[in-house]
């Protein structure tokens, strides 16, 4: 564990455990989140590539302009 993990473990564990819990589960919760993104990602893999080449070849053919924001 690192330090940096070590001292904010330290500081929460002089919370209630009411605020302990909170905080808990929102790490559980960001843990998973981050869990469930490497895996959409690593099965889309192979679609994002072909999306990437279908882009690349409008860009080469002229089909594609410059994104304005301020018209979105």
Same mark, same amino acid.
């Given at each position: 564990? =690192? *330090? $940096? $993990? %070590? #001292?904010?473990?330290? %500081?929460?564990? #002089?919370?209630?455990? $009411?605020?302990? &819990?909170?905080?808990? &589960?929102?790490?559980?919760?960001?843990?998973?989140?981050? %869990?469930?993104?490497?895996?959409?990602?690593?099965?889309? %893999?192979?679609?994002?590539?072909?999306?990437?080449? *279908?882009?690349?070849? *409008?860009?080469?053919?002229?089909? =594609?302009?410059?994104? &304005?924001?301020? =018209?979105?």
């Amino acid at each position: 564990m =690192t *330090e $940096l $993990l %070590e #001292k904010a473990f330290a %500081e929460a564990s #002089k919370l209630s455990e $009411l605020e302990q &819990n909170i905080i808990a &589960n929102w790490i559980l919760a960001e843990l998973a989140s981050e %869990e469930r993104w490497e895996k959409a990602f690593a099965s889309s %893999e192979d679609i994002l590539g072909q999306l990437a080449d *279908e882009a690349l070849d *409008e860009y080469h053919q002229g089909k =594609t302009q410059k994104l &304005n924001p301020n =018209t979105l």
